[in-house]
Nanobody, 124 residues
Framework: QVQLVESGGGLVQAGGSLRLSCAAS????????IGWFRQAPGKEREFVAT????????YYTDSVKGRFTISRDNAQNMVYLQMNSLKPEDTAVYYC?????????????????WGQGTQVTVSS
């Protein structure tokens, strides 16, 4: 079992920054990969970024490359999503998710455990 709790969302102006955090508990943290997904109103949940068990392998969706950075601290059981140069189209509920594998994945169906989500709103 893995429990995930996101935090750090909020309201920010376009061009601003936010850092999302995902606190994990339960299974040994360094044994699984983590992904960030988001869901905007009326849209399907979409992949944002993923990081492998060690933090040395990451992958991003094209729309956030160069603006978002995913990282993890295995000593603290934390994953972060640093979001810079935010745009109104980044507005969504952001979720972190855990898959019971060491390697990354882009498909939400590969993730077993999900947090409750944190709202990010970017005003123009």
């Amino acid at each position: 079992q893995v429990q995930l709790v996101e935090s750090g969302g909020g309201l920010v102006q376009a061009g601003g920054s936010l850092r999302l955090s995902c606190a994990a508990s339960g299974r040994t943290f360094s044994t699984y990969a983590i992904g960030w997904f988001r869901q905007a109103p009326g849209k399907e949940r979409e992949f944002v970024a993923t990081i492998n068990w060690s933090g040395r392998s990451t992958y991003y969706t094209d729309s956030v490359k160069g603006r978002f950075t995913i990282s993890r601290d295995n000593a603290q059981n934390m994953v972060y999503l640093q979001m810079n140069s935010l745009k109104p189209e980044d507005t969504a509920v952001y979720y972190c998710a855990a898959r019971l594998e060491l390697t990354t994945a882009l498909d939400a169906r590969d993730y077993v455990y999900w947090g409750q989500g944190t709202q990010v709103t970017v005003s123009s």
